[in-house]
Nanobody, 121 residues
């Protein structure tokens, strides 16, 4: 049994910063790519940033230069540091992780419970 637990987020004024986290727990053998998505009301879920097990990163245009994704492999945790936040960044943010369990089962898509980020103008 594996679980993703998100933390952080909240309400911030435009121009402010927030950091959200997603920790994987349970019987984990290894973790592959870790991804942050977001979904605003009435919109489709979109990729925000991703990071491979080797530390290679990729960002959506919307967050490039403002967002930084990182991971702590010892803690099985992925972070998203968001700076210079804009009202259009308001959304529910979800982490998505690909992992292999201790039993050898590959789980390509595990989702966190979601974290609300609200940016006021």
């Amino acid at each position: 049994q594996v679980q993703l637990t998100q933390s952080g987020g909240g309400l911030v004024q435009a121009g402010g910063s927030l950091r959200i986290s997603c920790a994987a727990s349970g019987s984990i053998f290894s973790i592959g790519v870790m991804v942050w998505y977001r979904q605003a009301p009435g919109k489709e879920r979109e990729l925000v940033a991703e990071i491979t097990s080797g530390g290679r990163t990729n960002y959506a245009v919307s967050g490039k230069g403002r967002f930084t994704i990182s991971r702590d492999n010892a803690k099985n945790t992925v972070y998203l540091q968001m700076n210079s936040l804009k009202p259009e960044d308001t959304a529910m943010y979800y982490c998505n992780v690909a992992m292999t369990t201790s039993a050898g089962k590959y789980v390509p898509n595990s989702w966190g419970q979601g974290t609300q980020v609200t940016v006021s103008s």
